[in-house]
């Protein structure tokens, strides 16, 4: 069977990606950057053509729309970032519906409770409508929470469960949900396949547990051995919770807004009908936490939600250049002879931040995190997906991958990050490794005066943290 997937680089698309490559279906992906796909890790179904990747932008230039599709994926979200996400969802969806040819259509939403929508699921009910207006049959498959590792609710969950002993939570934690293992949203999407009962058909899919949020915490606490309090308080404001959330976990203040908009109702399935057509081992919450964390210790996280630009303020077209800018800027470099095997020397490159830190004053990168925090940036607690693959797209701190080259023996490797940091100007931190020494260039280019009494005022610290940085790298540390 011939499927098209979009939002093939995606939190959900790279996890359904692996399971039709492997049931024997030739897959053409769509992404809005190719370099961004980690091609690497797909390499035999490329070269067999059983894989073909396709750059294209439902919101600007697309490619032909490829012969033969038999089913398509649709798993295009903005997760709710900017003031007219709704608009450019939309859009999305109109020529998506006016650009694909195939004998199906699937679509995967979230649960519509009772009463009001939130903006974020009305705009997923919007989009079902519109691609419901095209001549395709649409399969819709709703969800609530999905668990799994690298998943937004699920990393929001962890981290208020590791980070807080005692949570003082608003009253609508007493609301209920039914959570649903990444693994079986996945049985579910490929399960509909050309399934001819499921052909125009809306399904609620959930997992065997109905729970409220204050559950969901306390469950992952008892999964992880840990000991917390929940102390419920009737005057948080959905607007206060998100700050909270903002301020305590990973999540953007955009997200945090949409997340807590759609959970102050009840999302629970309304029908059973899909694990009746498609029956298969639902796994417990509990279940699932543990699936969870068998990738996560392995280090096999294949898909992460801050890795979505989204989680960021990054402008997209930053991953289309891999040259920083000459002109205009303000720059420190470094030089130095590496002191230990030049493969050492690019793993240590390749390792930083994340859960192991900065090699240099790493208490500064933390304030500065925080301080990126307070004024509305990302911070630093999205960490990273691996703790030493980069690919170019990914999140690393309040960093961006830009671009990820290690090179082999006949040529240098390279390491480009663009900030994601609140700062009165753009800067990047760009990494070369030759056979005998480490290049550190730290680019800044001001944005009017403001920005340059910012680069001077951090001058000094600069002084002291990038050059030891650049040693220890090219040491290996």
Known sequence: ????????????????????????????????????????????????????????????????VPEDIDAA???????????????????????????????????LSGLVPKGSLSTHLASREKVNDLLRQGPTPVTTLRASIIVGSGSASFEIIRDLAEKLPFMITPKWTANRCQPIA?????????????HEETLGEEFDIGGPDVLSYRKLLLG?????????????????????????????????????????????????????????????????????????????????VPSSWFDSLASGNLDPAFLQSVQVPSHGILSDKQTFPLKSEREQAITSVWSLGGAKGWPSM???WKLRGWMDRLMGGTGIRRGRRHPTELFPGDALDFWRVVLSDRGHPQSSARLILAAEMKMPGEAWLQFEITDDQLIQTATFRPRGLLGRAYWYAVLPLHWILFPRMAKRLAAGE
Not at 182 to 194: A, D
Not at 247 to 253: D, I, P, W
Not at 270 to 298: C, G, H, M, N, W
């Open 220 to 300: 992952y606490a008892s999964a992880r051995h840990l000991k917390r309090l929940i102390i419920p308080i009737p005057f948080f404001t959905p607007g206060l919770s998100a700050r909270w959330l903002y301020l305590v976990t990973a999540a953007s203040y955009p997200l945090a807004k949409s997340l807590v908009q759609s959970l102050v109702n009840e999302t629970i399935c309304q029908d059973e009908r899909l694990s009746r057509l498609i029956p298969q081992d639902l796994l417990t919450y509990e279940q699932a936490i543990d699936k969870a964390f068998v990738r996560i210790a392995q280090n096999k």
């Open 362 to 364: 790493n208490w500064a």
């Open 182 to 194: 990444i693994r079986n949203v996945i049985g579910y999407l490929t399960g509909v396949l050309e």
């Open 1 to 64: 069977m011939h499927i098209l997937l979009t939002g093939a680089n995606g939190y959900i698309g790279m996890r359904l990606l692996p399971t039709l490559l492997e049931a024997g279906h030739t897959v053409t992906g769509i992404v809005r950057s190719i370099p961004r796909f980690p091609s690497s890790q797909f390499r035999p179904f490329i070269a067999s053509n059983q894989l073909t990747l396709l750059e294209g932008d439902f919101l600007g230039d697309l490619p032909p």
């Open 73 to 107: 994926y649709y798993l295009l979200h903005s997760m709710g970032t900017g003031s007219d996400f709704a608009e450019r969802e939309a859009e999305c969806a109109r020529r998506f519906t006016s650009w694909i040819k195939s004998r199906q259509v699937i679509y």
